[in-house]
């Protein structure tokens, strides 16, 4: 198993910015998994809005791209999400999952390896 703890989270007013993280206790390497970040709004499924594969690319939902950026410090093993330009409709509990392999699609049931969550609130 490869556990993860997400981090970095908390309370911005619309246009500021956030950057959260992710890394594993495990001896995983988070460089050797396809990652992505996913969100939940309160009444809304899981949707995931940014993935990042072993060679490093990175994909977008329409509704992020350009303000935010997926990354990660394979020294550190840290995966990141770097949020700007934030709006209310940001507002969800944040998600990192990992799953082996280098297809990496953005659905829920992809995923095998979750985080618990951290939380994320814009206000207008």
């Known amino acids: 198993e490869m556990p993860l703890v997400e981090s970095g989270g908390g309370s911005v007013q619309a246009g500021g910015s956030l950057r959260i993280s992710c890394t594993t206790t495990s001896e995983y390497r988070l460089s050797n998994h396809c990652m992505a970040w996913f969100r939940q709004a309160p009444g809304q499924e899981r949707e995931g809005i940014a993935t990042?594969?072993?060679?490093?690319?990175?994909t977008y939902i329409n509704t992020v791209k350009g303000r935010f950026t997926i990354s990660r410090d394979s020294a550190k093993n840290v995966l990141y999400l770097q949020m700007d330009s934030l709006k209310p409709e940001d507002t969800a509990i944040y998600y990192c999952a990992g799953k082996g392999g280098n297809y990496c699609p953005t659905n829920r049931s992809s995923y095998r390896f979750w985080g618990q969550g951290t939380q994320v609130t814009v206000s207008s």
């Open positions: 990042i594969d072993l060679g490093g690319s990175a």
